[in-house]
């Protein structure tokens, strides 16, 4: 069965605090890893596809970076409006296209 | 581009009671995906649909769950008779031809049932 655990549940950083948050996964053969945030009261909102390893995203301060047995999400220097929630998703290759979800890590960065 | 569109907001109904979920997916995607969000379980995928037609439907919780797509721009998630474990955020995802797996989601329908 397909598995994707993120870590840490929950992470509170000052401001500036630059940190990494995980999300490793378990599937038969990858098709696609995929990153999406999720602020409260709202639907999670795409962030990345990584689809081999050693493939490297960027977007402002964030940057997903993806190996064979996982992808981390680095936050560079944090600011208040990055607080969220971070979801990781991944797609198997033979399957489906539909991507099987992590529970998601919660952000909180403090000013 | 107004994104996916879902409605109630919110609802909040007794037990027994009949709830039904709109959604409107972004114009020009072709697949539909119903969600359930709790803190118990994460984010669950309910059913997808491809060019209107269901193509899974395995994580529908039981039979008092339905859900139909008459056309490319209209879905409902219907739940008949209502219970407070169903309690959750519902969530509407469109996702493209070109771009099958990135998916677009609604707000979401927070549903309380008392």
């Known amino acids: 069965e397909d598995q994707v655990t993120q870590s840490p549940e929950a992470l509170r950083l000052q401001e500036g605090e630059s940190s990494s948050l995980n999300c490793s996964y378990t599937?038969?053969?990858?098709?696609?890893l995929f990153w999406y945030r999720q602020d409260p009261g709202k639907g999670p909102e795409f962030l990345f596809t990584?689809?081999?390893a050693g493939e490297e995203k960027e977007k402002e301060r964030l940057k997903a970076t993806l190996t064979k047995k996982e992808s981390f999400l680095h936050i560079t220097a944090p600011k208040p409006e990055d607080s969220a929630t971070y979801l990781c998703?991944?797609?198997?290759?033979?399957?489906?296209?539909?991507?099987?979800f992590g529970r998601g890590t919660s952000l909180i960065v403090h000013p | 581009d107004a994104g996916v569109i879902q409605s109630p907001r919110h609802e909040v109904t007794e037990m027994g009671q009949e709830v039904t979920l709109r959604c409107k997916p972004i114009s020009g995607h072709n697949s539909l995906f119903w969600y359930r969000q709790t803190m118990m379980r994460g984010l669950e995928l309910l059913i997808y649909?491809?060019?209107?037609?269901?193509?899974?439907d395995s994580g529908m919780p039981e039979d008092r769950f339905s859900a139909k797509m008459p056309n490319a721009s209209f879905s409902t998630l219907k739940i008949q008779p209502s219970e407070p474990r169903d309690s959750a955020v519902y969530f509407c995802?469109?996702?493209?031809?070109?771009?099958?797996?990135?998916?677009?989601f609604g707000p979401g329908t927070r549903l309380l049932v008392l």
């Open positions: 998703a991944v797609s198997t290759s033979g399957g489906s296209y539909i991507p099987t």
């Open positions: 995802a469109s996702s493209s031809r070109r771009a099958r797996e990135t998916q677009y």
């Open positions: 649909f491809n060019n209107n037609v269901p193509i899974d």
């Open positions: 599937v038969s053969g990858l098709r696609g």
């Open positions: 990584l689809y081999s």
